[in-house]
Structure formats: structure tokens, C-alpha cells
């Protein structure tokens, strides 16, 4: 279930689950979906690609401010898997601060397989916080990327607390003159999780 401000959406923000969104915003949607993340890089994005269910999708236009971060929750149950792909758009001038966690609760099993796309155009701002706190039963396979246009500032931190076997694979672009990103993070493991971040 996705909510947001109705002030925020009077002014052009969309944010909600892709498959919800696709019949009114589908044009939108498709312009960005897959662009960064390609299916042919490996195994694990190729069955991501392919099996993809749905995900999440941000959109903030042109010298839009969100001033209150946006939550974003995601779940396993007991031997399911999870292939959802999040979406987030700022276009010029826009800011905006994303909170995005993964989590289930010690005893459940799975697999999860995502994928993450930011874009974030010239003069805009996003602070992306990626908590990840699966169980030590879970796999945990990730593609994620981002491109930073002009005067563009991007923010990513992650924190990798769960799973049994995780490797995901993060890469960010900066495409234009003074883009600047900070990644950074922190892992802690116990008993045999073998976490591998690839940035």
C-alpha cells in the first residue's frame, strides 16, 4: 500500500507501486525501467529481468522538494521470493530523501533478487538510505545503479545487516560536469553470512 501527501501529488509527484501506477503513468514508467539495470550482465540480473513482479516507482519533477523522506518497506514470508525493482526519478532541481528497507523476521527462508535504478538530473539532490536486514536463511542477490547529472548531488548509504549469502553489485555514473556522489555504508555479520558488496 502506497500514500502519499495529495500536496505532493498536485504537484507532480508519483509514487506508488509500478504495476499500480503502469495503466495511468506507463509511458513515464517504461522511459526508465531497465535503462541502467541490464539483463544481460549476469545470471542473477538476467532471472531478475525476467521474473520481476513489480517494485517501486518515485518521480519528482523539475525544482520539486520533498521535505519529508519517503518510506519504502519490503517483506518476506516463509520460502518466498522477492524480484522487485525500485524506480526514483528527480528531475532538475528536485530533492528528495528515500528510506528503502528489507527485512523478515529470523526464521524465514527465501530468496531476494532485485534491482534499483536512480536518476537523478542536473541540480537535484536525493538521499538514499538502503537498510537490508534479511534473515541468515535468505539469498540475497542485487543489481544497483545510478546516474548523477550536472551540479547533481546523490547520497547512498547502505546498511547491510542480514542474510545468509548476499552479493550485490552497485555502480553509480556521474554524467555530467560537478556530479557528485557519496557512497557509503556498514556491514555486521555473525556465525557464517558471508556479505559481498561489489561498489
Not at 21 to 26: C, D, I, K, R, V
Not at 30 to 53: I, M, P, T
Not at 117 to 124: C, D, I, K, Q, T
Amino acid at each position: 500500500v502506497a500514500t502519499i501527501d495529495p500536496e505532493l501529488t498536485s504537484k507532480g509527484v508519483i509514487f506508488g507501486n509500478i504495476s499500480a501506477l503502469l495503466a495511468e503513468h506507463g509511458d513515464l514508467i517504461q522511459k526508465y525501467l531497465f535503462q541502467l539495470v541490464k539483463g544481460d550482465e549476469d545470471r542473477f540480473a538476467a532471472l531478475h529481468q525476467a521474473a520481476w513482479s513489480s517494485g517501486n516507482f518515485l518521480y519528482v519533477p523539475r525544482n520539486v522538494c520533498i521535505e519529508k523522506p519517503i518510506h519504502v518497506y519490503s517483506g518476506l514470508t516463509e520460502g518466498g521470493s522477492d524480484f522487485s525493482h525500485t524506480v526514483i526519478v528527480l528531475e532538475e532541481g528536485a530533492e528528495a530523501t528515500v528510506l528503502a528497507e528489507s527485512a523478515c523476521d529470523d526464521s524465514v527462508s527465501g530468496l531476494h533478487n532485485g534491482g534499483i535504478e536512480l536518476f537523478v538530473g542536473a541540480r537535484a539532490n536525493l538521499r538514499y538510505v538502503n537498510l537490508q536486514d534479511w534473515s541468515q536463511k535468505v539469498w540475497h542477490f542485487g543489481h544497483q545503479k545510478a546516474t548523477v547529472g550536472q551540479d547533481a548531488n546523490l547520497q547512498w548509504t547502505v546498511g547491510a545487516l542480514g542474510a545468509k549469502l548476499a552479493k550485490v553489485n552497485q555502480q553509480v555514473t556521474l554524467t555530467g560536469k560537478r556530479a557528485n556522489c557519496q557512497v557509503n555504508g556498514v556491514m555486521f555479520t555473525e556465525n557464517k553470512q558471508h556479505l559481498s558488496y561489489h561498489t
